[in-house]
């Protein structure tokens, strides 16, 4: 379809404004009825039945309609709602400020006669401060209550979405809707519903706080995300898991890989390979289907980051990674070294030895031991352990709830191979 068909695309203004976004919401209200009853239920309003017909206005300064023909006009309730894509509001934590005589222009206006006024602020951001939506120029408007009430734009999005799977619209609200979210997916992508994978398309952003919040509803721990399209990571205290400190869950290719790194530092190597039954637990994971056990063998120094760190090709079969480093590790070659064996024959000759790097990467690393800031550097021993769905399996999956117990399942059985506590057992 030409794009400017759609009622929603502006032809001179900037399509990614939040006007714009507010401008398509009150449409869509207005035209689809189920639509606007979605909306009232979650800023807790009477039901559209229960109320008079609606007057919908956007960009004014006005509450009141000049329709209400009396001296000292008051409605019912005035409901100020701000609506926008934070997680952390809670309405009633501040009071509605209606002295407010800031000279206010308001993103929209839904009038119901002298029932019900709702006063929407929109915002796009989460960091975009709620203080609008608390700060409301009534002047000649009376009321006999007053409140405010944040409604996230994902949730209310999520709500129309499911009038359109319900199939509960007529032909003509259906392509209502079909047009306002062709225009969100291309300008808001950010802000449309991320309940299930299937529902996030293809935009990284979505599916990474969609894996967000399946990491969290597994594990217990609150999940940080990395960037866009990069890694959801939930970080345990290293009094109650020693092994490994972190698990990471993301989208590589077509799979939905979750992640671990044990033996990385030294209280998890030592964990790991002074018990070669351990090792062998990890290994036995690879039996299962989508486990896979692979050497991650680097150098690094005191609080390097990863693009600090000297990463060799991996070689190894994973197994016999693992196994080398039990003797290795009972040898004591992994830990802290000074910074001049970096140039030692018998150092470089073992590294190429045991299959850790090959003789052509001698180059990168002295391009490495060159910018080394210290005068150590350590020989860490790590194992990248994942289990990976394919990606159209973990839609499947995520949308009967499975996926996110499967993940916590695959947790378990980590934690479980190294002697860990489970997840059950673990406290944020």
């Given at each position: 379809?030409?794009?400017?068909?759609?009622?929603?695309?502006?032809?001179?203004?900037?399509?990614?404004?939040?006007?714009?976004?507010?401008?398509?919401?009150?449409?869509?209200?207005?035209?689809?009825?189920?639509?606007?009853?979605?909306?009232?239920?979650?800023?807790?309003?009477?039901?559209?039945?229960?109320?008079?017909?609606?007057?919908?206005?956007?960009?004014?300064?006005?509450?009141?309609?000049?329709?209400?023909?009396?001296?000292?006009?008051?409605?019912?309730?005035?409901?100020?709602?701000?609506?926008?894509?934070?997680?952390?509001?809670?309405?009633?934590?501040?009071?509605?400020?209606?002295?407010?005589?800031?000279?206010?222009?308001?993103?929209?206006?839904?009038?119901?006669?002298?029932?019900?006024?709702?006063?929407?602020?929109?915002?796009?951001?989460?960091?975009?401060?709620?203080?609008?939506?608390?700060?409301?120029?009534?002047?000649?408007?009376?009321?006999?209550?007053?409140?405010?009430?944040?409604?996230?734009?994902?949730?209310?999005?999520?709500?129309?979405?499911?009038?359109?799977?319900?199939?509960?619209?007529g032909p003509a609200e259906a392509a209502v809707l079909s047009d306002f979210f062709d225009n969100a997916e291309m300008n808001?992508?950010?802000?449309?519903?991320?309940?299930?994978?299937?529902?996030?398309?293809?935009?990284?952003?979505?599916?990474?706080?969609?894996?967000?919040?399946?990491?969290?509803?597994?594990?217990?721990?609150?999940?940080?995300?990395?960037?866009?399209?990069?890694?959801?990571?939930?970080?345990?205290?290293?009094?109650?898991?020693?092994?490994?400190?972190?698990?990471?869950?993301?989208?590589?290719?077509?799979?939905?890989?979750?992640?671990?790194?044990?033996?990385?530092?030294?209280?998890?190597?030592?964990?790991?390979?002074?018990?070669?039954?351990?090792?062998?637990?990890?290994?036995?994971?690879?039996?299962?289907?989508?486990?896979?056990?692979?050497?991650?063998?680097?150098?690094?120094?005191?609080?390097?980051?990863?693009?600090?760190?000297?990463?060799?090709?991996?070689?190894?079969?994973?197994?016999?990674?693992?196994?080398?480093?039990?003797?290795?590790?009972?040898?004591?070659?992994?830990?802290?070294?000074?910074?001049?064996?970096?140039?030692?024959?018998?150092?470089?000759?073992?590294?190429?030895?045991?299959?850790?790097?090959?003789?052509?990467?001698?180059g990168s690393l002295d391009e490495w031991s060159d910018r080394l800031?210290?005068?150590?550097?350590?020989?860490?021993?790590?194992?990248?352990?994942?289990?990976?769905?394919?990606?159209?399996?973990?839609?499947?999956?995520?949308?009967?709830?499975?996926?996110?117990?499967?993940?916590?399942?695959?947790?378990?059985?980590?934690?479980?191979?190294?002697?860990?506590?489970?997840?059950?057992?673990?406290?944020?």
């Amino acid at each position: 379809m030409d794009q400017h068909l759609s009622i929603f695309r502006p032809y001179d203004r900037d399509p990614r404004h939040e006007d714009q976004l507010t401008r398509a919401a009150l449409i869509v209200m207005r035209l689809v009825p189920l639509c606007q009853e979605a909306f009232l239920g979650l800023a807790d309003c009477p039901r559209l039945s229960a109320l008079p017909r609606p007057r919908f206005d956007m960009q004014t300064e006005s509450l009141v309609a000049l329709d209400i023909e009396v001296e000292d006009p008051t409605v019912d309730e005035l409901v100020s709602v701000f609506l926008g894509p934070h997680e952390d509001l809670v309405a009633g934590t501040d009071e509605l400020n209606v002295a407010s005589e800031r000279r206010a222009r308001y993103d929209g206006v839904i009038q119901y006669g002298t029932a019900l006024v709702v006063v929407i602020e929109s915002k796009l951001y989460a960091s975009a401060s709620e203080q609008q939506a608390l700060e409301i120029n009534t002047k000649q408007l009376g009321h006999q209550a007053k409140r405010w009430v944040p409604v996230r734009w994902q949730d209310l999005l999520d709500r129309w979405w499911k009038l359109v799977e319900l199939g509960v619209l007529g032909p003509a609200e259906a392509a209502v809707l079909s047009d306002f979210f062709d225009n969100a997916e291309m300008n808001f992508g950010d802000l449309l519903p991320y309940t299930d994978l299937e529902r996030c398309g293809d935009h990284a952003g979505r599916q990474l706080r969609r894996l967000r919040t399946i990491l969290e509803t597994a594990t217990g721990f609150t999940a940080e995300v990395r960037d866009v399209g990069g890694h959801a990571g939930v970080k345990f205290p290293q009094d109650q898991v020693v092994a490994f400190d972190r698990v990471s869950l993301y989208i590589e290719g077509d799979n939905v890989v979750l992640s671990a790194w044990p033996a990385e530092l030294a209280p998890q190597y030592k964990r790991v390979y002074a018990h070669p039954d351990r090792a062998e637990a990890l290994i036995a994971l690879t039996e299962e289907r989508g486990w896979q056990v692979q050497g991650n063998f680097h150098l690094a120094f005191w609080r390097s980051s990863g693009p600090q760190r000297w990463y060799p090709t991996r070689r190894l079969p994973g197994s016999t990674y693992v196994r080398q480093w039990v003797d290795d590790f009972s040898d004591g070659r992994a830990g802290r070294r000074p910074r001049k064996e970096l140039n030692d024959s018998l150092f470089r000759g073992w590294l190429i030895q045991r299959g850790y790097a090959a003789d052509a990467e001698m180059g990168s690393l002295d391009e490495w031991s060159d910018r080394l800031p210290m005068e150590k550097f350590d020989v860490r021993p790590s194992i990248q352990v994942t289990r990976s769905w394919q990606y159209t399996d973990a839609v499947t999956r995520d949308r009967t709830g499975q996926l996110t117990a499967e993940v916590r399942d695959a947790i378990n059985c980590l934690l479980s191979a190294l002697d860990e506590p489970q997840l059950h057992d673990l406290t944020p």
